[in-house]
């Protein structure tokens, strides 16, 4: 075996164990912050049902940004929704046999990757070219388009540019799976564009991507609007409560 082959399935393994670690220990998180104040963005849902569909507005749609501003939701929207393509995409390279409705996104997941690209050049124009986005812009953030844009531009290039072999690609990512490491091609492209995919994931749990699973937490969007009707305490007020009231009633 390669020390290549070994050296990216390390990589790999660690960047996994950290992604799902990480991802679970800020959702974890983000379900224990109490929310102390009733604060849903009017005009808000007053039932748990418009709360559902107004967060299914939100996550498919990008619904508050289109009211917004049209040209982000536009450049947002495409790159979110060309992103999801192609990573259903390569869900062929860890089923075998292939899903039938993998199979069925191949042809449109091979060019959403140009709008991917197209997406995220809009979005970095946009804190150039926007003085009020510039000024508020850390080299983070650009650092980070930067690394989704080089995932984008390798992945097409070895579609359209330099083809790589699929196959030994695919017993690669299926060993893993086992356990068991396959060789891994060592086409340049190939390379560069999983270890970009490899940074992605470690430090995923720590960059401003984790809007991903936070926008399900988000009190401004997953709260009812009924503060007339039902008072809203945080639950540890609530044991606050409690605790003052057993207290009171210990006392002689």
């Keep these: 075996m390669s020390f290549l082959s070994i050296f990216y ?12 670690v990480g991802l679970v220990r800020k959702i974890r998180q983000y379900a224990k912050t109490p929310a102390p104040l ?4 009017t005009p808000a849902p007053v039932t748990k049902g418009g709360v559902v569909f107004r967060m ?6 990008f619904y508050s940004l289109f009211r917004s501003n049209k040209w982000i939701w536009l450049f947002g929207w495409v790159f979110h929704l060309t ?14 046999p292939v899903w039938w409705w993998v199979d069925l996104i191949q042809p449109f997941g091979k060019y959403a990757a140009f709008g991917m690209i197209l997406g995220l050049a809009g979005l970095w124009a946009r804190r150039f070219l926007v003085d009020r986005v510039r000024y508020i812009s850390a080299p983070s953030d650009h650092l980070m388009l930067a690394l989704l844009l080089g995932i984008g531009i390798s992945g097409a290039s070895m579609t359209f540019v330099a083809h790589t072999d699929i196959v030994a690609v ?37 960059s401003k991507l984790l809007h991903a699973p936070g926008v399900f937490f988000s009190p401004t969007r997953n709260q009812v609007d009924n503060p007339r009707e039902q008072r809203h305490v945080a639950d540890w007020a609530v ?11 210990s006392k002689p």
């Design 170 to 206: 695919k017993v690669f990512f299926l060993g893993l799976m086992r356990f068991d490491i396959q060789p891994l091609p060592s086409d340049p492209l190939l390379l560069i564009h999983l270890g970009l995919v490899a940074v992605l994931m470690i430090i995923f749990p720590v």
């Design 239 to 249: 044991a606050e409560f409690e605790s003052a009231g057993d207290q009171q009633q």
């Design 38 to 41: 009733k604060i849903p963005t």
């Design 9 to 20: 399935a390390l990589i790999f393994y660690a960047a996994t164990a950290l992604l799902v």
């Design 56 to 61: 299914f507005k939100e996550v498919v749609f």
């Design 83 to 96: 992103l999801l393509i192609v990573l259903l995409r390569h869900l062929r390279y860890f089923t075998d």
